[in-house]
C-alpha cells in the first residue's frame, strides 16, 4: 500500500539511520564499559577532598542530539507522519489505517515529538518496518 507522504524518502532514510546510531551508542557504552567508567591515579591521591587524582573519560557522542535535532526540523505535518509509520511498524496500526494513525498522532501530540521518538528504544526498527509495511 503505497502512500503519499509530506516526507522525502532521503528524510526518512536518514532518521533511520541517525536512530540507530543512537541506538548503538547507547548499547556500546555499557558494553564495553567506558561509559562513566572513573580511573584513580593512585600516586597523586591525597587525604583531602580536591579531584587531583581524579580521571573522567568523556565520550562525545552527538548521535541522540542529531536525532533530536532532525525530529525538531521536522514540521506537524511530518512529525504526525513519521510518528504514524512507527506506529505502524509497532504493530499498533495496520497499512491501511495510515491515514487515522497520522490523525491520531497529530491528536495526541502534547509534548516533544523528539523527545517521544528518541526515547523509543526500536525507534529505528520500528520506523523500517513501518516503512516496508507501507511499501515505501
Known amino acids: ?20 546510531a543512537a ?16 580511573e584513580f591515579d593512585t600516586d597523586t591521591l591525597q587525604d583531602t577532598h580536591a579531584h587531583d587524582g581524579l580521571a573522567e573519560e568523556e565520550t562525545e ?14 514540521n506537524v505535518d511530518e512529525a504526525a507522519e ?14 491501511a489505517d495510515f491515514p487515522q ?8 501530540a ?3 515529538t523528539a523527545k ?3 526515547g523509543m528504544p526500536l525507534f529505528a526498527d520500528h520506523l523500517e518496518a513501518g516503512l516496508d509495511a507501507l511499501e515505501l
Not at 503519499?4 to 536512530?19: A, F, I
Not at 555499557?30 to 562513566?36: A, I, L, N, P
Not at 513519521?82 to 497499512?95: C, E, K, M, S
Request: net charge negative; proline share 1%.
Open 23 to 38: 541506538a548503538a551508542t547507547l548499547e556500546d557504552g555499557f558494553e564495553d564499559g567506558r561509559d562513566r567508567e572513573v
Open 116 to 118: 517521544y521518538l528518541a
Open 1 to 20: 500500500m503505497a502512500v503519499d507522504l509530506s516526507l522525502t524518502p532521503e528524510t526518512l532514510r536518514m532518521l533511520v539511520q541517525k536512530g540507530r
Open 61 to 74: 557522542d552527538l548521535s541522540s542530539e542529531e536525532l533530536i535535532e532532525l525530529i525538531n526540523d521536522l
Open 101 to 108: 494513525a497520522v490523525e491520531d498522532a497529530r491528536e495526541r
Open 82 to 95: 513519521v510518528v504514524a509509520i512507527v506506529w505502524i511498524g509497532r504493530g499498533d496500526f495496520d497499512a
Open 110 to 112: 502534547v509534548g516533544s
